[in-house]
C-alpha cells in the first residue's frame, strides 16, 4: 500500500462547481508533487512544493490551484473546470527536490484521484 | 529536452518466458535512470534506479541494465507471471533538474 494518501478516490463535478484535491503523505518527505495522467499516456508534472514553497509551476492554468499547508499535506483547489481537465490526478512526494540529483529521486505516488468534469 | 521512446505499446508474452522492455532516450546522458510499474486506475510503484556508471542491477525476478553509449536500458522481468502484467513507465531527470519525465509506458501482458 502507498504511504501517499489522496481523497477522495473519485470527483464529478459540473464546470462551475469549486472542488478540492487533498493529499497526505507522513513519510517525513519535503518534496510534493500534482501530476495530471490522461488515458494512456505518462503522467505530466504539474507542480512541485520543496520545503512547502511552490517551486515549480509547468504552465498549469490557473483554474488549478495548489496549495500546501504544511509539509505534510499538499491540496489541489479546482474551479471553473472544461471536460478536457478530466482525468487520473496523482499526487506523489520524494525526500526533497535538490539532494537528490545523484542518489535518485524517488518518488512515491498515492493511488490518485479520478476527476471526471461535466 | 530530454525525449524518451520505450519499444512499443504493448508486449504478449508466454508465462514462464522472459519479458524485456526497451528504453531509449536522445540528447544528455542523465545521471539515473529509473523504471515503475503502474497498474489500470492506480499510480505508479518505484521498481528500480540504475544510476550511469551502473552496468545492470538486480531486485528478485527484475534486472535492468543501462547502456550510455547505446542511450538505453533494458529492463527484464524472468520467469514472467500473469500477475506481472502491468504497464512499465521509465523516467529520467531533466538537464539540470531534479524532475522526472516518464515515457509512455509498455503495457506488458503475461498469457497463462
Known amino acids: 500500500d502507498t504511504e501517499v494518501t489522496q481523497t477522495p478516490k473519485h470527483l464529478v463535478m459540473g464546470m462551475t462547481n469549486k472542488k478540492s484535491l487533498k493529499c497526505e503523505q507522513h513519510?517525513?518527505?519535503?518534496?510534493m508533487y500534482w501530476y495530471k495522467q490522461k488515458a494512456k499516456k505518462p503522467p505530466e508534472l504539474m507542480f512541485v512544493?520543496?520545503?512547502?514553497?511552490?517551486?515549480i509551476n509547468e504552465s498549469v492554468p490557473s483554474r488549478f490551484s495548489p496549495e500546501c499547508p504544511n509539509s505534510s499535506l499538499l491540496n489541489l483547489h479546482l474551479h471553473a473546470l472544461q471536460p478536457e481537465d478530466s482525468a487520473l490526478y496523482l499526487c506523489a512526494s520524494s525526500q526533497d527536490q535538490s539532494s537528490s540529483l545523484n542518489s535518485g529521486n524517488t518518488i512515491y505516488f498515492g493511488e490518485g484521484s479520478w476527476l471526471t468534469v461535466v | 529536452s530530454q525525449k524518451i521512446e520505450q519499444n512499443s505499446e504493448a508486449l504478449n508474452i508466454q508465462e514462464g518466458k522472459t519479458a524485456t522492455l526497451t528504453c531509449n532516450y536522445t540528447?544528455?546522458?542523465?545521471?539515473?535512470l529509473q523504471w515503475y510499474r503502474q497498474d489500470p486506475g492506480r499510480g505508479p510503484v518505484f521498481l528500480l534506479l540504475?544510476?550511469?556508471?551502473?552496468k545492470e542491477k538486480r531486485k528478485e525476478r527484475l534486472k535492468v541494465t543501462f547502456d550510455t553509449t547505446l542511450k538505453q536500458s533494458l529492463f527484464h522481468i524472468t520467469a514472467s507471471q500473469p500477475a506481472d502484467s502491468a504497464t512499465y513507465l521509465c523516467?529520467?531527470?531533466?538537464?539540470?533538474?531534479?524532475?522526472?519525465?516518464f515515457g509512455k509506458g509498455t503495457k506488458l501482458s503475461v498469457i497463462p
Open positions: 523516467a529520467l531527470p531533466g538537464a539540470g533538474s531534479y524532475q522526472l519525465t
Open positions: 540528447n544528455y546522458s542523465p545521471a539515473y
Open positions: 512544493y520543496s520545503y512547502e514553497k511552490l517551486s
Open positions: 513519510m517525513g518527505h519535503r518534496a
Open positions: 540504475i544510476r550511469e556508471n551502473e
